[in-house]
């Protein structure tokens, strides 16, 4: 769910993909002419999505600490590291390595179950080819945001700036481009799915929807945080 947001470029919750949780299925319950196997792979996948946001919103605190942890470092070890850097290419490369160092320990307290629901979760498919495809893209997506490790922002802004602004150091130039290929947002519910719910499955993709507003609206709140971070930094976007 992409929108923009200031500079700050935001396109998904300070949570999770999924997470654990299999739902006992009601094949009676169906919609006409659906086959079950659709039906019950979405009400599987309807259910975990459920469950990740229940995850992701009982532990917005934590997620939300995390970008001012990374602001009071930054004012504690490289306040200025980036001045007289230019607005440049590489300047929204370093911008977006910022945004990378925030997200990726605001969603440390869901790797448990986002690997779990990742694992559990992997061999789900529907009749519908583009159906399967854009949920397979989403995991692929979150399977490489897991994996990554949250960059020395500070080392590589002063890398950055010993060059002469003349090159970007091997680390941001490795990492700001696969985190924002890989940065989406939790509470993927494609409209393609509606024509497998059940009654009882519509219900909860709804309640996930207000669930997945909670945390856009935290994350909505990091961009103040972005702002102080590239300001104590002294970096252009």
Known sequence: MPYALGEMRVRGPLALLMATGVLVLTVGSAPAR?????????????QANYTALRVGVANLALSEAAPLHLLAQVKRECPGAGAGSPQDPESTQMSD???GAMYIPAIRPDLQAIKAALSQTAHLSWSDPALTRSID???????????????NLCADVKAWAESGYSKLPATTVAFAPKFMSAWVGAGFLPAQ??????????????????LELQIAEAEARQVEHWGDIMDTLDLWP
């Open 193 to 210: 799915l509606s024509r497998y719910e059940t009654a009882a499955t519509r219900a909860l993709a709804n309640r996930s929807r207000a």
């Open 137 to 151: 893209a989403y995991r692929s997506a979150w399977t490489t945001m897991v994996g990554l490790t949250a960059p």
């Open 34 to 46: 659906a086959d079950a196997a659709d039906v019950a792979a979405t009400q599987t996948y309807v």
């Open 97 to 99: 390595e910022v945004i």
